[in-house]
């Protein structure tokens, strides 16, 4: 049967095998082909096959050559495909590319970007991840990397070297909840020339476009908000122009941290309740927020909707939908306070991870961060009894019933 949009030259396909009696052992191999013709699946077809089969030779040079086309998974595959322009059309983006975890998107623009003798500038209040491959490429490539605080637009001008290559922020720090001044910070690194890259994770899309206030890539650990239910991982970079996607692409492609598609299909169903998820969990965040900095358990709660957070006027501008769902608080009582109350919850789970629609909790001084002594945990941001709270979907209620047994166990235990 010829596709409606196959090019002329094209032979029609045969429908069965050429022989006129085939063999049970080849038509086993070789099902029907059902094209859906008069409807179209509602749902995002999932297209689980690795390679693709052409009709002409011509065709499948031209795909060689074409990032549009489908030959080999590694170099594309339409379910991967429909995740990555869902999410570029959600930041804003000329293209995306998607990877097999955050860190492969991390790496990939990172790897990509960055050569030998590079400088980057980056905010020190990075997650773990990155900050361990930026040390790694310090030491065996020699790129130089210098921190900031991801607050001052004159420390950025400051840091800038004529062989700076990249400006790395993120949003929304983890776990200070610090926010970014996107604009003021691009701006800085517009004037010299020098790319921006922000990871955007624990905003999402619904919260804040970076791409908007100057920003030259984008980059999601999808296995957070933007599928949301600790089913799979993912990642995506979402690029501003098409030169930036076309350099970043070639190197994906070699590195091959590619997206398995059903990991695609799930990623996107879970995209389709982004909107509804992320505005519950900021609702939620910034309720518990203030009923959490009104404890006795607790010397401070951070959420960028609490009047004493230290950027409330960025935040105001730049997340004007919710301050996101992630709320840390530091234990008055310290780290046994902090190991207490994760223990304590019974609701929520303790886990690692974040922008699940089930609330979870961790204590970063005795798990993420336990191999930073008290000087770099302060310099982080984290204090001895600080705990990270990443807000679900359940009703509000219950979970401050869960989070106020658990630091009522905290007083008892420290009376
Ligand atoms: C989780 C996370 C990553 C890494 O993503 P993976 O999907 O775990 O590889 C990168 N950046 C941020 C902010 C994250 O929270």
Known sequence: MTRPDAPPSARPRPE?????????????????????????PLGVPLHQGHVFAFDSADALAEGFTSPDAFLYARLGNPTVRTLEDAVARLEGGASGL?????????????????????????????????YAVLTDLA?????????????????VRAALRPETRLLYLETIANPTTRVSDLPALAAVAAEAGVPVAVDNTFASPLLCRPLDHGADVVIHSATKYLAGHADVLGGVAVFKDRELYGRVRRHA????????????????????????????????????????????????????????????????????????????????GGRDAGRTFVEAVRLASLSVSLGDVKTLVMHPASTSHHQLDAAALAAAGIGAGTVRISVGIEHVEDLWTDLEQALDQVLKKAA
């Not at 063999?23 to 859906?36: I, S, W």
């Not at 998107?105 to 790897?111: E, I, S």
């Not at 990397?145 to 991801?150: A, D, E, I, P, R």
């Open 253 to 332: 492609v070699e590195q091959g941290a590619s997206t398995d598609p059903f990991a695609a299909w799930l990623t996107l169903r879970g995209l389709q309740t982004l909107s509804l998820r992320v505005e519950r969990q900021c609702a939620n965040a910034a309720e518990l927020a203030a009923r959490l900095a009104a404890h006795p358990a607790v010397a401070a709660a951070r959420h960028p909707s609490l009047a004493s957070h230290p950027d409330r006027e960025v935040a105001a501008r730049l997340l004007p939908a919710g301050g996101g769902g992630v709320v840390s608080i530091d234990l008055a």
């Open 98 to 130: 998607s990877f097999a975890s955050g860190m492969g998107a991390v790496n990939a623009v990172l790897l990509s970007l960055l050569g030998s003798g590079a400088h980057v500038v980056a905010q020190t209040c990075l997650y773990g991840g990155t």
């Open 16 to 40: 069965t095998p050429p022989s006129v009696h085939p063999h049970p052992d080849t038509l086993a191999v070789h099902p029907p082909h059902v094209e859906v013709t008069g409807s179209r």
């Open 139 to 155: 030491a065996r490539w020699g790129v130089h990397v210098t921190y900031v605080s991801g607050t001052d637009p004159e420390e």
